[in-house]
């Protein structure tokens, strides 16, 4: 008889363009600050896969790369379902 149990291991099409976009935004923080466009005091140190990220307090920038990931989100998404 078979299991009727989800994982919660299991990666949708939407859920990893959400991945996608979400690492890209942490890429792009880390180029700002790596090539020092911004000054370090304007970034603070998270965790996230298990490596410390520096992302941008700066609300301008911030704002900007949700919205250029949202987008890419949007566009990984719709090429794949197609």
């Known amino acids: 008889m078979a299991s009727s149990t989800a994982s919660k291991d299991v990666i ?3 859920g990893s363009a959400a991945i996608v976009s979400e690492f890209f935004g942490y890429a ?5 600050y790596n090539r ?3 000054p370090e005091e304007s ?3 998270v965790k996230k ?3 410390p990220m520096l992302l941008t307090q ?3 920038v911030k704002s900007y790369i949700a919205s250029i990931t949202s ?3 949007g566009k990984i998404f719709i090429h794949y379902s197609e």
């Open 12 to 14: 949708t099409l939407k």
């Open 28 to 32: 792009a923080n880390s180029i700002l």
């Open 36 to 38: 020092g466009v911004y």
């Open 43 to 45: 970034f603070v140190k």
């Open 49 to 51: 896969y298990g490596l």
């Open 58 to 60: 700066d609300e301008e």
């Open 71 to 73: 987008q890419l989100s």
